[in-house]
């Protein structure tokens, strides 16, 4: 299983240029993306580690300079299990 990365921002504009960032820092794919409601927003990739650490980071940067960064977090070996959360 591919290692997850997550961003979360406040506003879609925060979210929309961490993906952004995310994608073309690394070899990394959008796998989702959630509204979780009063303005919170989450990007969800996945990647090998060091791709996925490298594009969290470049997001991270990104969404702060537009916006409210919340949350990064990565999950190098994610349980199988997981990925049913996100259906």
Known sequence: M???GFIETKGLVAAIEAADAMVKA???????????????????????VGA??????????AAQKVGQLVSVHVIARPNPEL???FK
């Open 2 to 4: 591919k290692s997850k």
């Open 26 to 48: 690394a070899n990394v794919e959008i796998v989702a993306r959630k509204i979780v409601g009063g303005g919170l927003v989450t990007v969800i990739i996945e990647g090998d």
């Open 52 to 61: 996925v650490k490298a594009a969290v980071d470049a997001g991270a940067a």
């Open 83 to 85: 990925d049913e959360f």
